[in-house]
């Protein structure tokens, strides 16, 4: 097993010069035999880290009346559009630069069709600890479903470029199925296996121009992992990446304070699927909404008042403009195989 040991202690801090034992190396390395790569810990050290000081406190206060400007339209309001079709039901490929893959641990209930374009379309691959078991059975179980319906052989699978994590939950079967698969340990017990995997991932990322992050995730299950996904949708804010959370049924990402333009595909506003907009962590004190069922007008959205769920679409585009941070959550998928299972009787 190659093992790239991510250290729990240590002053450095993950660089992305591609600087010799730099946690950018890791693919390019282990491909060629490199055995141990050391890369510091997540996050700063202990002896950087700051409580909030009174320039922090300042700054936050600038940033509050920053996005009371833009939603006073002093300043334009920052910009995103959204188009989850990429990520539902058509070409699959996300950002001038490609997406990263990712497989947490929890099964793949992704349909599969969906699973193996994003997998094939993807530029960089990844399995987090128990994640690669999961992963292991959808190769798997691809390769048996070919054989039992006699299906010409297409392909295989792209292999996975790294899978990381604390190695709790990947088997010693897993380990071996995927022995030449360079994997990086990632010890720390202060943060999530996925949010060690996104830093993990990041200086690839930065060097390649990535910006997108697909994960096979699923909101069945453990509801403080479900929770945690979404707090590292949050974290994941600072490099400036875009995380979507695809489960069986749901795409979920993270709306930044600004002015958001989601596309969403025909057939969900037709089927008047559901979605939701989610106050997690803070208050939003000043969500605008055009084209859902049922908008919001400068409408405070918080825990313990408003939350916007089972809301559907009035048309195909839909304007969030907010000041604060929201998740987003739509329903996905589960329609659309239903739809094809009836066109096929
Ligand atoms: C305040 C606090 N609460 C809880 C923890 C414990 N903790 C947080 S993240 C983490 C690692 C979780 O690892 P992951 O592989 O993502 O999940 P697992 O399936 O092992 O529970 C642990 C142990 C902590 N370090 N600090
Ligand atoms: O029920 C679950 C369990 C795990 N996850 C995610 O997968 C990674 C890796 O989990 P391990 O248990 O360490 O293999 C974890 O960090 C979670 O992000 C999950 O979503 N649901």
Not at 77 to 83: A, N
Not at 249 to 263: F, M, N, Y
Not at 308 to 315: E, F, G, I, L, Q
Request: charge should be positive; hydrophobic fraction near 35%.
């Amino acid at each position: 097993m190659i093992l790239v040991k991510l250290y729990g202690t240590g002053g450095c801090t993950m660089t992305a010069a591609g600087a010799p034992g730099s946690a950018l190396n890791w693919m390019r390395r282990s491909r060629h035999g490199f055995g141990l790569i050391r890369i510091t810990r997540v996050g700063r050290p202990a002896h950087q880290r700051t409580t909030h000081s009174a320039t922090h406190r300042f700054l936050c206060t600038k940033t509050t009346i920053g996005f009371r400007q833009q939603m006073d339209h002093t300043i334009p309001p920052k910009e995103y559009k959204w188009t989850p079709g990429n990520l539902i039901n058509e070409n699959f490929k996300l950002g001038d630069h490609g997406h990263v893959c990712v497989v947490l641990n929890r099964q793949i209930q992704v349909p599969a069709h969906v699973v193996k374009l994003l997998w094939k379309n993807a530029a960089v691959r990844c399995a987090v600890d128990g994640g690669s078991n999961h992963w292991r059975d959808f190769v798997v179980a691809q390769a048996m479903s070919k054989k039992a319906n006699g299906s010409a052989p297409t392909t295989p699978l792209e292999p996975l470029d790294v899978i990381t994590g604390d190695f709790d939950s990947i088997t010693e079967e897993t380990v071996d199925f995927f022995k030449t698969t360079p994997k990086v340990h990632t010890p720390d017990q202060d943060a999530t296996d996925f949010t060690k995997a996104m830093a993990v991932l990041q200086p690839v990322m930065t060097q390649r121009k990535i910006q997108d992050v697909v994960v096979f995730h699923d909101t069945s299950g453990r509801l403080d992992q479900v929770m945690a996904n979404l707090n590292t949708l949050y974290k994941s804010q600072k490099d400036n990446c875009n995380v979507f959370l695809l489960s069986g049924d749901s795409v979920t990402w993270l709306l930044r304070p600004g002015k958001h333009t989601i596309q969403v595909p025909v057939d969900l506003v037709t089927s008047q699927r559901w979605c939701s907009l989610m106050p997690v962590g803070s208050s939003a004190h000043n969500v605008t909404t055009t084209g859902l069922k049922w908008n919001l007008y400068h409408a405070q959205l918080e825990f313990g008042g408003m939350v916007s769920t089972s809301n559907t679409y009035a048309t195909e585009f839909v304007q969030v403009e907010t000041d604060a941070n929201l998740i987003w959550s739509m329903g996905a998928y589960e329609f659309e195989d239903k739809v094809r299972q009836a066109a096929k009787t």
